[in-house]
């Protein structure tokens, strides 16, 4: 006996999108919508998605589409707005229905749901509407009254109560209600009305069927809708054991963390006392080497001291010595000299001396001089240089390096170097201006020059920068390449005649940016916010304002010497040319309104004027190629221009050298002076000679021979007593010094040696140790190992105090209940604490807490364990009838089933355990435990410990959280009793060749590797295997309803494929709503039942019904075009024309 089910038999759609009023019938099975994009098949599936889901959400409308700009919304289709920015029902009050009508084919009895709403011209939002529903069918008047307006929420009102009290009202529970809220809607809607099924599972399997979407892979899809997770609360079963399991837990792991933060302090303690002990040790070590080694270093320092002293005494009586016979040749000396300077030879002797100093004094006066005239001579030997002086100076000049130096010469001279000095800097100051302008122009022709080789035109950086930036910038908005141009490049001069004319009337606007005339506002709102100051002197020219226009050029005007190839920049060139009238006299001029000469004579605006020469001259670049003329021209120039700066920077080298030149800074007395030392020096060292030979004759006399050999021998004993004298003094005072600083250190190690004793009682054992040593060891070797062993021991001890510091800060912070503070000189409370908690309370927690965890253990095996147990083979059980119900379906020479293996995520660890064979007994102990089986007698639990830890550990609840936390917590818990996630799903595709050999194929793996008709099989079957599960009946009672929507459904299958699939749907009792564009509807409609053909004119939807056995006659050819169009009939009351 065939199986009772609900059907959609009809739906009314009033006021929604391109439609004003519609009435459809949909068949049992497939219901196919035919039409192009656009037409108005997605506006009815979202119309009964609003109905079906009791939401005016936008999230859900139009999502085949997948067009992030075509979003959607329900007062959008209320309103009827269209792409092009109208709507149907703009600017007035309206109310609309959607409709949908359900037949229960074992009872017979009609229910009818649906959405109303009415709309305010000035709503921004929907705010009025109510989802309601009524027994019986669809109103004969389809919810208008009687001048064809729909219902409002009251007239629905009335009619709802109307049918409380009709023979229509025959099925089980109220559903005659206009409901206030969207949950009472949906509590009916899926209960009473649909059949009681799962709201969540319908509502995502219907969006996902809308556009195909699985996103997580087919695998997911069939964990989700296909085995639905246990109905079982096991997690609440062992809620209470787990509570008490995690005190005990608690209470035995703080003890166990006590005594293991005491026991680290103990054995920080005694680390620290074994390292200190050591340390004092070593330091004794070290103190007996510093006494030992300070007693001898002190002995070696008196032998010093009085060694010292006994030197410093026999250089005293050695100094003492020298002094007496230096006094007695001093004596002698004076003897001599004073004989020797009362003879004529004194006299004389002292008189050269004077003379030789005045020598010398004229010798670098004359020296002076010549450097004076030499820098003189400068000024006439350069020719550039001397150019700047006047005759006069250049006389005045010659004479004086002639030898006529006189005190007016010189002024004369003074004055005309100064005048010349003057000249030369303000030369100076014009030759660096000049030099800095030409290179700078030099510089911006260079680079013309460089653009024109490289095919550019020579424009200033500013408009090539905003050039690049407007035309990235709008590039990125329309998202391909945009071309900006500059004007003057998209024409050519075809009259060379009038080229300088063009060139200077369009002046500035020939440097405009252009754009084609569609991107022209695009552009000019991005222009807007370039807004720098380099970009003040830079145009937009606005092209679609021009080519709205459509500007007419005048005969005679400069129009006619130009050419441009492109249609939008004639238009420019007629607007900015067509008006200019070209001239040849002043009297042509004046007869029109704006006119210009060839040789660039401007008339405009009742103004005569020149054109700027630089505009058709530098600045000249109209033309669509670049202007060989213009490179050569522009070549030479820079030839010029270099040749040019190249002899002003030699001319500015050479006047820079000037300024070295002689100026005559001293005062003319003074160069008088210098001018006659020459020959003042002749005649003093004439009178030198004159002296010298004089004193060589008193020399060569007796008595002043022998008084001059005995001075010197004088002379010679004194300076050799002094040296000796002044060694001894030095030698004297250096012993001195070193007595000093013997006498210090002497000082220092007695000190040092008292304050190594103080307080300090050698160990005489120790004391022996180290003797004992330095006689078969070095001192210093002894004392570096003792060091280096103090260091380690100094970082052991700091190291071992940080850390039982550390260890007790940490048990203060965690039990401050104790008191102790950290910094307890001893260890005795803490080790008092720690035998205390090993001695009485360790034992006693461990006790309750394996009594506690065995407890634990079995409500966790028989409540949660056994439980996944069970359900993972029902899993095994279902997979089994449902590829059953897939091998029905076969594509060519595959089917597709589904598979389940253990999860390959950590989740997999617990599969073994899971599906353990000690699992499967039928008696479970559930009395006492006393007497029971230990864990080391459990072979179940001696296999799986690890695995039943990590569980408990999963489904232990937390301790003092709030709401939230625990609520999170909870899921999670529920996460791990849901036995899906212990396992993988997946489907796969099973081929047979001709040998009988069997491949299996992953289909996600298809999903990415083949085409996109095998990508979509597994798919389809999948989702409507699932569906089928959903609408799934254990009994009788409640029928359900069987609908599926697709929209652009089986768009990469082919024919064979996709009349399998509807086969399919129709075999599982299944109702299908199936949108397609028009090119499949020929290979899909011998396998539907009703067919629906859309259309959009004017923007209104019309709807035809089709009938399919004419269609399939046409198709056939036994009907001509005339069968097939009385084939076709309209169904409801269409308002808007086919």
Not at 102 to 123: P, Q, Y
Not at 246 to 266: A, F, G, P, T, Y
């Amino acid at each position: 006996m065939k199986q009772s089910k609900k059907i959609f038999t009809r739906m009314v759609i009033n006021n929604w999108g391109g439609i004003s009023h519609k009435v459809m019938e949909f068949h049992e099975y497939v219901n196919l919508f035919s039409g192009k994009s656009g037409s108005g098949k997605s506006t009815v599936m979202d119309a009964v998605q609003v109905v079906l889901y009791g939401s005016i959400a936008a999230t859900f409308l139009n999502k085949a589409a997948d067009d992030a700009k075509n979003r959607r919304s329900v007062l959008s289709y209320l309103r009827g707005a269209q792409k092009d920015g109208t709507a149907n029902r703009e600017n007035m009050d309206f109310c609309s229905q959607l409709v949908l009508e359900i037949l229960d084919t074992g009872s017979n009895v009609t229910t009818c749901i649906g959405a109303a709403f009415e709309v305010g011209k000035n709503d921004t939002d929907v705010r009025r509407y109510h989802f309601f529903s009524h027994s019986g069918k669809i109103p004969e008047d389809n919810y208008l009254t009687e001048d064809g307006t729909p219902y409002t929420i009251g007239q629905i009102r009335k009619l709802v109560d109307e049918r409380k009290n009709s023979d229509d009202n025959r099925g089980r529970g109220d559903v005659n209600r206009v409901y206030p809220s969207r949950e009472a809607y949906l509590n009916t809607l899926y209960d009473v009305i649909f059949g009681y099924i799962d709201p969540g599972r319908f509502m995502t399997m219907e969006k996902s069927a809308i556009a195909l979407r699985m996103t997580n892979g087919t695998g997911q899809f069939i964990k989700d809708y296909m085995f639905p997770r246990s109905k079982e609360d096991t997690v609440s079963t062992i809620s209470e054991q787990l509570g008490a399991y995690r005190e005990i837990k608690e209470r035995v792991e703080d003890l166990e963390h006590r005594i293991e933060i005491l026991s680290e302090i103990r054995a920080h303690n005694l680390e620290l006392l074994q390292v200190k002990t050591d340390k004092i040790r070593t330091e004794q070590i070290l103190r007996i080497l510093d006494i030992e080694n300070c007693r001898v270093r002190l002995e070696a320092k008196k032998l010093d001291l009085e060694g010292i002293c006994k030197r410093i005494e026999a250089l005293e009586e050695k100094q003492e010595g020298l002094e007496q016979q230096k006094k007695i040749k001093t004596d002698a000396l004076v003897e001599v000299r004073a004989e020797l300077h009362a003879s004529d030879y004194g006299v004389k002797k002292k008189e050269l001396e004077d003379l030789e100093t005045t020598i010398q004094l004229l010798a670098g006066n004359s020296r002076q001089w010549r450097e004076i005239r030499a820098g003189l001579s400068q000024w006439a030997e350069d020719e550039d240089i001397s150019g700047y002086i006047s005759n006069p100076t250049l006389q005045c000049l010659e004479d004086v390096l002639g030898g006529e130096v006189t005190s007016s010469n010189m002024e004369k001279l003074k004055k005309g170097i100064q005048a010349a000095m003057e000249l030369i800097e303000e030369e100076l100051a014009d030759l660096n201006e000049r030099i800095r302008e030409t290179a700078k122009e030099l510089k911006e022709k260079q680079e013309m020059v460089e653009d024109l080789k490289n095919d550019r035109k020579p424009y200033r950086k500013e408009l090539k920068s905003a050039r690049a930036q407007l035309q990235s910038e709008l590039s990125s908005q329309y998202g391909r390449t945009i071309h900006v141009e500059i004007f003057g490049d998209l024409f050519d001069i075809t009259d060379e005649k009038w080229k300088n004319a063009i060139e200077g009337r369009l002046g500035r606007i020939k440097h405009s940016l252009v754009t084609e005339p569609q991107y022209a506002l695009d552009a000019a709102r991005i222009f807007r916010r370039m807004k720098r100051r380099e970009y003040e002197e830079i145009d937009l020219i606005n092209t679609a304002a021009i080519k709205r226009d459509e500007p007419k050029a005048e005969e005679g005007t400069l129009y006619e010497a130009v050419r441009s190839e492109e249609a939008y920049v004639d238009l420019c060139l007629r607007r900015y040319l067509g008006r200019i009238y070209k001239c040849e006299t002043v009297e042509e001029l004046h007869q029109v309104r704006d006119g210009v000469t060839p040789d660039c004579y401007s008339y405009s605006n009742y103004i005569f004027r020149h054109l700027r020469e630089m505009d058709y001259t530098r600045y000249a670049c109209i033309g669509t190629r670049v202007s060989k003329a213009k490179l050569k021209e522009l070549e030479d120039e820079v030839f010029d221009m270099q040749k040019e700066q190249i002899e002003d920077i030699q001319m500015r080298d050479t006047l820079n050298q000037a300024q070295r030149f002689e100026r005559l800074s001293q005062s003319p007395e003074q160069i008088l002076s210098l001018a006659g030392a020459a020959d003042e020096l002749e005649r003093y060292l004439a009178k030198k000679d004159q002296l010298q030979q004089e004193l060589k004759e008193l020399e060569d006399g007796t008595r002043t021979a022998e008084l001059n050999v005995r001075r010197e021998t004088l002379e010679r004993e004194v300076e050799d007593l002094e040296r000796k004298i002044k060694s001894v003094n030095e030698e004297r005072i250096g012993r001195a010094g070193d007595k000093r600083i013997a006498e210090s250190e002497r000082k220092s190690y007695e000190e040092r040696l008292s304050l190594l004793q103080e307080g300090f009682v050698p160990n005489q054992e120790l004391l022996a140790q180290v003797k004992e040593v330095l006689m078969n060891r070095t001192e210093q070797a002894y004392r570096r190992e003792n060091t280096e062993l103090l260091a380690k021991l100094s970082a052991q001890e700091e190291s071992a105090g940080d850390q039982r510091t550390s260890a007790r800060i940490r048990f203060n912070n965690e039990y401050p209940a104790y008191g102790f503070t950290s910094l307890e000189h001893d260890n005795d409370v803490y080790d008092k604490v720690l035998d205390q908690l090993q001695q009485d309370y360790e034992p006693k927690f461990k006790a309750e807490f394996e009594k506690q965890y065995l407890l634990v253990y079995h409500s966790l095996r028989e409540n949660v364990i056994a439980t996944i147990h069970g359900e993972i083979k029902a899993a095994y059980r279902h997979r089994k009838e449902i590829n059953r119900m897939l091998s029905r379906i076969r594509f060519s020479d595959s089917t597709y089933q589904i598979d389940i293996l253990p999860a390959d995520n950590e989740n997999g660890q617990f599969y073994e355990m899971l599906m353990a064979e000690e699992l499967d007994s039928k008696v479970l102990d559930n009395d006492g435990f006393d007497g029971q089986l230990s864990f080391g007698e459990d072979t179940f639990y001696q296999k799986y410990e690890k695995q039943i830890e990590r569980l408990t550990e999963k489904f232990m609840p937390p301790k003092d959280e709030d709401g939230q936390k625990r609520s999170l917590h909870k899921q999670e818990m529920e996460k791990y009793a849901d036995y899906r996630n212990y396992l993988t799903f997946s489907m796969y595709e099973r081929v047979e060749d001709e040998h009988g050999n069997v491949k299996k194929n992953s289909v996600d793996e298809m999903a990415g590797r083949d085409s996109g008709g095998e990508g979509q099989n597994p798919k389809y079957v999948a989702l409507l295997a699932g569906f089928a599960m959903l609408y799934m009946q254990q009994s009788s009672r409640d029928p359900r309803i069987r609908l599926v929507l697709l929209d652009e459904a089986f768009s990469k299958m082919d024919k064979e494929r996709s009349e399998v699939c509807l086969r399919y749907a129709r075999e599982l009792e299944l109702q299908l709503i199936v949108c397609v564009p028009d090119e499949r509807l020929q290979s899909l409609i011998r396998n539907v039942d009703s067919v629906y053909g859309f259309r959009r004119h004017r923007n209104q939807i019309s709807m035809m019904h089709i009938d399919k056995g004419q269609y399939l006659e046409m198709m056939e050819g036994n009907a001509g075009k005339e069968d097939v169009k009385d084939g076709r009939k309209q169904t409801g009351t269409d308002t808007a024309a086919d």
